[in-house]
C-alpha cells in the first residue's frame, strides 16, 4: 500500500509498504536486516500526456548497491516538458473503501493512485472518469529488495549447462500488471516472430505457451511465430479498441524481461488474485524483470499515431536517412572480392535494375579484424568505393563488437591497455569467442569508450574508406558463440561495477550510437550517417536502420517478415526490413519473387543471403523472373519521392512509414488484427502474397472511398474483402481515394541520379472530387535540412484545382534548399471525365489535358486523364485550374 502521499518538488511522492501480514510480521522478527523495506515512488507529469511511474529502494536505508537506470534514452527535450505538479486532489474510489490522491495529467485526462491497495492508472478527468490504463489492479507487484545473503544456506548462484552465474546481489526482480481498458488488442514489444496483434501467452485455452521474452540474443534458425526472443527488445506494448482508441505503456528498463499477455478469464483458477473492481472491459498484461527500477510511462493516446508520438516524445524521433539509404541493397555472404563486386555491379547496368548500395560483409576483413581489408581480396578498396560512387553508388562494410585478441590488432592493443573491455566477474577481461576466435567486447556503455570508438571511423583511421561507405552494425546482442544463450554472462562487469544483467538490453543500443556518432565525426557533423544494427532498444530509431536478423527462405518468413516490420514501426523504429529471399535456405523462384515484391514496400529493402546458399541476384532465374524483381525494384524507385516524404514524416513526428491497417482506419474492427496488408504512409495499401502457386488472393480494403489499383487504376470500393485474381507481375497494391502521390517515373542506375528528374502526380479522387498530398525534398544528405534547408509541399485538390502550397514553417531556419526540379505529369483518377485543358496560375498558361497511362512502362490496363506538361516547379505556389 502506498503512505505518506504528497507533492514534492512538483513531483507525486509516496512510500510502498508491505501489507501482507506475513511480511509485515518478517520484518517486525528481524528489525536490524529487515527484509521489505518500504520503496520510494514517484509519479510525474509531462506535456501531451505522458505519466512517468518510479519505483526504487529508498537510498537513505543504503541498499547494497544502486540499482541500475538506463541513462542515454530519454531525449532531454522531454525532460524540458516536465509539468510542475503543485496540487494534489483526494478522493474516494468508487467502492468507497479506498482513497485516492488524483493528479492533473493533460486536458481530459488525470493521474490516479489509489493508496490501499496500492494502484496507479490514468483516467479521463472527472471522478467517474473511465479508465484507461493502470498498474497494480490485479495486485502482482512485487519487487526483491537487495539484502544480505544468509549464510551458506542461501545459495545465489545459478548453473546454466557449463556456466555459473555467480549472482553477487541475489535475487532483485520486478514484476507488475498493467491493464488496458477497453482494448481489443495489444501490440509491440519486439523483438518476436509473431503476429501483429499480440496473442495471449496465458489463460483458458493457451497451452504451453512461455511469455514474450526481451533477451537480445542470436537466434539460430528462428521460427516464424514464437514470443521468444530475438536480437532486440522493446518493452512498449499499445492497445487499440474501437470504444476507445488507444493507450500505450512503457518500461524503461534494459534487464531480461517478461511479458505475459493474459488471455480473458485467465484469472478464474486463482481465487487470491485481487481484481480491483471495473466493468470496462480489459486486455491484461504481467511484465517481470530481473533487476533494474521501475520507470514506467503510460500514454494517453487516444488515438494510436498520437501514442506513437507520444511514445517518441521520450525515446525520440527515427533519425532521417540519406536517400540513398532507402533505395535498393544489395548485400550477400559475402561478396568475395573486388572483381566479384565489379561484376555484380555491371550486371545491375547490363539489365537496366537500379541498385544504391553494395555491402561487404565478414569475409572482406584481414581475419576479422574490423576496419582492416583482406589485401589480397580487395587490393583497392578506395578505388572500387569511388567506381561504383562514380554511379551515385554506395557501400556498407560489416563493422562487429567483437575485438579479435590479437597482439598485433591495433584496436585490441589499445583497448586492452586502456582498460577499455568489458570485465568478467573476476576482474579480467572477458574473453569469449566469436568470428575472430578469441574476442573481447568493448564497454560501450562508457561515454568514453564510445568517444574513442567514434574516432575509428574517420578517414585516417579507417584505411581504405571514403565518404561513399557506411556501416552494418552486426552481432551486437552481443553474441559470444561460447558463452550462456550464445551471448556474454550476466555477472561480467561495466562501467561503474553495472553488471551485464542490468544493461544486457541497451548493449548493441550502445554500439550502433557510437558507431553512428563516428559516422558523423568523420565528415564534420555535415553528412547524415546510415548505421544498420541487429540489436535494438529504445532510442534505436535515432541511430539507424534496424533488420530482422536471420530468417529463413520459407513463404512462412516472408509472412511474419510483415508483423516484424509493422510492430518495429509501431514502437519507433520506423527504418526496419526482413532479408528479402530469406537468409538461410534457398528460396525457390517464385518464393524470391514475391519476396521482392513484398520488400519492394519494407522501409528498408535490401537482399541478402547466407554463405552456404547459392547465388541468387535478380538476374539468375531466366528473363521473365529477372523482369518481375527488375519491375519490383523500380516500384520502390518510382515512389522514392512519397517514401521520402514519409521518412520525413516519422522523423518529425515519430509516425512510421509501415503502418497497421488500423492506424490508419481506427475505427474499422476488422483491420484490428490484420497483419497480411499494411499501409506505407496514409496513401498505398499492399495486400501480400504468401502462399506458392496463389490463384486468388483477398483484400479487405477498410473505409467508405475507393481504392485505385496501382498499375492498373481500377476502382476498388472501400469497406470490402476482395477476392483478386492474383497476378504473377506483383502483390496488390492500391493507392487511396483522396490522397495524392509524388512519384519520379524515369528510371536510373542509382536513386541519386534522380536528384533533378521531374515528378509526376497522381491524384486518387475521393467522392467529393477532392485529394490532398505532400512531398519533401532536401539535399539527401547533409544535415541542412535541420536548419531549414528543404522544400516541404501541401497539395490539395478541390473544387477543380490544384493547389500547392508552403509546408515549411516561416522563418525554419537560415538555411535554404533551391531545386529547379518541375512537375511533368498529373494524372487524375476517379475524374468525371470531359475537360480539355487546364490553366495555370500564377504564370496564365494552358495545357492540354488528354489520356495517358498510368504508368510509363510496365504497366497495364486503363488510360487516365494527363494533364500533360504543366512543367511548375516543385519550389513555387501554384495553382492548376481545369477548365
Ligand atoms: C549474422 C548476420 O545476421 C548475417 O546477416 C551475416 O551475414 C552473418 N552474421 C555474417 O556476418
Not at 511514445?311 to 540513398?324: D, H
Not at 533505395?327 to 555484380?344: F, G, K, S
Not at 509501415?658 to 490508419?664: G, I, K
Amino acid at each position: 500500500m502506498a503512505t505518506d502521499v504528497l507533492i514534492s518538488d512538483g513531483d507525486l511522492i509516496a512510500k510502498l509498504v508491505p501489507k501482507d501480514k506475513d511480511e509485515v510480521q518478517e520484518n517486525l522478527d528481524n528489525q536490524e536486516n529487515p527484509i521489505v523495506k518500504p520503496l520510494v515512488l514517484t509519479i510525474s507529469a509531462y506535456q501531451d500526456g505522458v505519466l512517468r511511474l518510479k519505483i526504487d529502494e529508498d537510498q537513505s536505508l543504503s541498499p547494497s548497491k544502486k540499482r541500475f537506470e538506463v541513462p542515454d534514452v530519454i531525449v532531454p527535450e522531454f525532460l524540458n516538458k516536465k509539468l510542475w505538479l503543485q496540487k494534489l486532489k483526494t478522493e474516494k474510489s468508487e467502492d468507497g473503501l479506498g482513497i485516492l490522491s488524483v493528479i492533473y495529467l493533460s486536458d481530459g485526462y488525470e493521474g490516479v493512485i489509489r493508496h490501499d491497495p496500492f494502484e496507479v492508472f490514468v483516467r479521463e478527468s472527472g471522478k467517474n472518469g473511465k479508465k484507461m490504463l493502470s498498474l497494480n489492479s490485479n495486485g502482482l507487484f512485487d519487487f526483491e529488495q537487495l539484502r544480505e545473503q544468509k549464510g551458506e544456506n542461501e545459495d545465489w548462484e545459478e548453473r546454466f549447462r557449463s556456466h555459473t552465474d555467480t549472482r553477487p546481489y541475489g535475487p532483485q526482480s520486478i514484476s507488475f500488471d498493467v491493464s488496458f481498458y477497453d482494448a481489443d488488442f495489444v501490440y509491440g514489444i519486439p523483438e518476436h516472430a509473431t503476429s501483429l496483434a499480440l496473442k495471449p501467452t496465458r489463460g483458458p485455452g493457451v497451452e504451453d505457451s512461455e511469455p514474450y521474452r526481451h533477451f537480445n540474443l542470436d537466434v539460430f534458425e528462428y521460427i516464424a511465430d514464437s514470443p521468444f526472443g530475438l536480437y532486440g527488445s522493446i518493452p512498449f506494448m499499445i492497445s487499440h479498441g474501437k470504444s476507445h482508441g488507444s493507450s500505450g505503456f512503457f518500461w524503461l528498463n534494459a534487464a531480461e524481461m517478461q511479458i505475459d499477455v493474459l488471455g480473458t478469464g485467465w484469472n478464474d483458477e486463482f481465487s487470491s488474485v485481487l481484481m480491483l473492481p471495473s466493468d470496462q472491459k480489459r486486455v491484461d498484461t504481467l511484465w517481470m524483470s530481473e533487476a533494474g527500477v521501475v520507470d514506467a510511462f503510460f500514454f494517453v493516446g487516444p488515438g494510436p499515431k498520437d501514442v506513437v508520438r507520444q511514445y517518441t516524445s521520450v525515446t525520440g524521433t527515427p533519425a532521417m536517412p540519406q536517400l540513398f539509404a532507402i533505395a535498393y541493397h544489395q548485400c550477400r555472404w559475402n561478396y568475395r572480392d573486388e572483381e566479384d563486386v565489379y561484376n555484380v555491379d555491371a550486371k545491375f547496368d547490363e539489365h537496366d535494375i537500379p541498385y544504391d548500395v553494395l555491402w561487404l560483409d565478414i569475409e572482406h576483413t584481414d581475419g576479422k579484424k574490423y576496419f582492416t581489408w583482406d589485401r589480397l581480396l580487395f587490393p583497392n578498396p578506395e578505388e572500387m568505393q569511388k567506381k561504383l560512387a562514380a554511379k551515385g553508388r554506395h557501400m556498407v562494410t560489416i563493422v562487429d563488437p567483437h575485438i579479435k585478441r590479437d597482439e598485433s590488432y591495433y584496436i585490441h592493443k589499445e583497448a586492452s591497455q586502456k582498460g577499455y573491455y568489458v570485465k568478467d566477474a573476476t576482474g579480467k577481461d572477458y574473453d569469449g569467442w566469436c568470428w575472430p576466435g578469441s574476442s573481447s567486447y568493448l564497454d560501450m556503455v562508457n561515454p568514453e569508450i564510445r568517444s574513442w570508438w567514434a574516432e575509428k571511423f574517420s578517414y585516417e583511421n579507417y584505411v581504405g574508406s571514403t565518404p561513399s561507405l557506411h556501416i552494418w552494425n552486426d552481432m551486437n546482442e552481443p553474441s559470444v558463440f561460447n558463452g550462456p544463450e550464445v551471448s556474454m554472462p550476466r555477472d561480467a562487469l561495466h562501467h561503474d561495477d553495472v553488471e551485464h544483467r542490468e544493461l544486457h538490453n541497451a548493449y548493441g543500443y550502445y554500439f550502433h550510437m557510437a558507431t553512428s556518432d563516428g559516422l558523423v565525426k568523420r565528415g564534420d557533423g555535415k553528412d547524415r550517417p546510415f548505421v544498420l544494427s541487429r540489436a535494438f532498444f529504445p532510442g534505436s530509431q535515432r541511430y539507424g536502420a534496424i533488420w530482422t536478423g536471420d530468417n529463413s527462405a520459407e513463404w512462412d518468413h516472408l509472412r511474419v517478415s510483415v508483423p516484424m516490420v509493422l510492430t518495429l514501426g509501431l514502437t519507433g523504429i520506423s527504418f526496419s526490413g526482413a532479408d528479402v529471399g530469406g537468409f538461410f535456405g534457398n528460396p525457390d523462384t517464385e518464393l524470391l519473387v514475391r519476396w521482392y515484391q513484398v520488400g519492394a514496400y519494407y522501409p528498408f529493402f535490401r537482399g541478402h543471403a547466407h554463405h552456404d546458399t547459392k547465388r541468387r541476384e535478380p538476374w539468375l532465374f531466366g528473363e521473365r523472373n529477372t523482369e518481375l524483381m527488375r519491375e519490383a525494384i523500380r516500384v520502390r524507385y518510382m515512389l522514392l519521392p512519397y517514401f521520402y516524404t514519409l521518412f520525413r514524416e516519422a522523423n518529425m513526428s515519430g509516425i512510421p512509414v509501415a503502418r497497421p491497417l488500423w492506424m490508419e482506419f481506427p475505427d474499422d474492427e476488422q483491420t484490428f488484427s490484420n497483419d497480411e496488408a499494411f499501409m506505407v504512409g496514409n496513401s498505398l495499401l499492399v495486400q501480400g502474397i504468401y502462399t506458392e502457386k496463389a490463384k486468388h488472393v483477398s483484400v479487405y480494403l477498410p473505409g467508405d472511398q475507393s481504392w485505385y489499383d496501382l498499375r492498373t487504376g481500377t476502382a476498388y470500393k472501400g469497406g470490402v474483402t476482395h477476392k483478386l485474381e492474383a497476378s504473377e507481375d506483383s502483390v496488390p497494391a492500391f493507392q487511396r481515394a483522396g490522397t495524392i502521390l509524388p512519384r519520379k517515373d524515369r528510371f536510373r542506375r542509382s536513386s541519386t541520379q534522380m536528384e533533378n528528374d521531374p515528378y509526376t502526380l497522381v491524384i486518387a479522387l475521393n467522392s467529393s472530387q477532392a485529394a490532398e498530398g505532400w512531398l519533401y525534398v532536401d539535399d539527401g544528405k547533409s544535415f541542412e535540412f535541420q536548419q531549414g534547408a528543404y522544400i516541404h509541399r501541401h497539395f490539395m485538390y478541390s473544387d477543380g484545382k490544384l493547389t500547392s502550397s508552403n509546408m515549411a514553417t516561416a522563418g525554419s531556419g537560415s538555411k535554404k534548399f533551391a531545386s529547379e526540379c518541375i512537375v511533368e505529369r498529373i494524372i487524375l483518377l476517379g475524374f468525371y471525365p470531359g475537360p480539355k485543358n487546364a490553366l495555370i496560375e500564377p504564370a496564365n498558361e494552358k495545357v492540354d489535358i488528354e489520356l495517358g497511362p498510368l504508368l510509363l512502362r510496365g504497366g497495364r490496363g486503363s488510360s487516365v486523364i494527363t494533364i500533360r506538361k504543366p512543367n511548375v516547379r516543385i519550389a513555387d505556389d501554384w495553382t492548376i485550374k481545369i477548365l
